[in-house]
């Protein structure tokens, strides 16, 4: 037991010892501590708020110049639709010019 004493006896002899300069030292060095601890959290934080922004503007980039595709991919499906139409009509109308003048032809045969 005497063994633990003597030591414990010198740290508490140590510590009575300490001056108050050092105990205000050693407080101005905590609170400094303290400080950069507030001022990296806060950079830290600032850095965070500013990747996110960077990433939400990329995203809204993106899906803006998504729908513009779409719109341009719509627009060029809607016309090659309306050539296919127009073609179909056209052809349509070949058709049944050609099935008229056949039966003007098959009706001519028929009284001659």
């Known amino acids: 037991m005497k063994k633990f004493v003597v030591p414990a006896l010198a740290a508490v002899a140590m510590l009575a010892a300490c001056s108050q300069n050092a105990q205000n030292e050693t407080s101005e060095a ?7 601890t507030a001022a990296t959290t806060e950079n830290a934080t600032a850095d965070v708020d500013a990747a996110t922004d960077r990433a939400l503007n990329s995203a809204e980039r993106s899906i ?21 139409a127009d073609d179909a009509a056209a052809a349509g109308d070949r058709a049944a010019d050609a099935t008229g003048r056949a039966l003007e032809n098959t009706g001519k045969r028929i009284r001659d």
């Open 30 to 36: 905590a609170n400094a501590i303290a400080a950069d």
């Open 64 to 84: 803006d110049n998504a729908g513009v595709a779409i719109d341009r991919a719509a627009d060029k499906t809607g016309a090659a639709v309306d050539n296919a």
